[in-house]
């Protein structure tokens, strides 16, 4: 059974700083994964999706990769403002087109 | 064009009472999925419905049943409820030739007392 796992759960920085968010998953056989932004309120929004084929994808100030062997992706967001502050979630999609998700990491940017 | 839309927003109910939870869903799509997450936690899969079909369902009980109508809007039934359904409810909607990628709506805060 497919497990994912988001470390940390909680992560707060001062504006400006890069950093990286991190999640992992026990079985390799996925389709793509996907990192997620939940605002409160306003759903989830997808960010980048990468297909199991591709090592990393670009968007912005986020970068996202891939390492399917390894079973882990992360998420590098450059040049942190107070308005990226939100949870993030990555998802995994499997053969029967389901995402499996991880918990989130809440992400607060100090102005 | 207005994205995907759920109501209500917050829903309070008793033990033991039923709750019915609506999802309209983007201009274009045909497939909804249901998910629910509690406090502090990912999503979990409730069901999909496709063609007024229920195509997959995850591992909740009977109680959690849903709907599809011709127009593509789909709602969710939850029977019997238990303190411990009380969670964010999400819709999410998706076109059939596109399964992964998902357009959510706000949710529906339910609280279970």
């Known amino acids: 059974k497919q497990e994912v796992t988001q470390i940390p759960a909680a992560l707060s920085v001062p504006e400006g700083e890069n950093l990286v968010l991190n999640c992992s998953f026990t079985?390799?056989?996925?389709?793509?994964l996907q990192w997620f932004r939940q605002d409160p309120g306003k759903g989830l929004t997808s960010l980048l999706l990468i297909q199991s084929s591709q090592r990393e994808q670009t968007s912005g100030r986020l970068n996202a990769s891939l390492d399917k062997s390894s079973g882990r992706s992360t998420l590098y967001i450059a040049a942190s403002q107070p308005g990226d502050s939100a949870t993030y979630l990555c998802?995994?999609?499997?053969?029967?087109?389901?995402?499996?998700w991880g918990a989130g990491t809440k992400l607060i940017i100090k102005p | 064009d207005a994205g995907v839309t759920q109501s209500p927003t917050h829903l309070i109910k008793t033990r033991g009472q039923q709750v019915t939870l609506r999802c309209s869903p983007k201009s274009g799509h045909d497939t909804v999925s249901w998910y629910q997450q509690a406090l502090g936690q990912g999503p979990q899969f409730i069901f999909q419905y496709y063609e007024e079909e229920e195509r997959q369902r995850g591992n909740f009980p009977d109680r959690f049943s849903g709907h599809q109508f011709p127009n593509y809007s789909s709602e969710l039934n939850v029977n019997a409820l238990l303190l411990g359904d009380s969670a964010l409810y999400l819709c999410?909607?998706?076109?059939?030739?596109?399964?992964?990628?998902?357009?959510f709506g706000p949710g529906t805060r339910l609280t279970v007392t």
């Open positions: 999410a909607s998706s076109t059939l030739a596109a399964l992964y990628e998902q357009y």
């Open positions: 998802a995994v999609g499997d053969s029967n087109y389901q995402l499996i």
């Open positions: 079985d390799s056989a996925i389709y793509n």
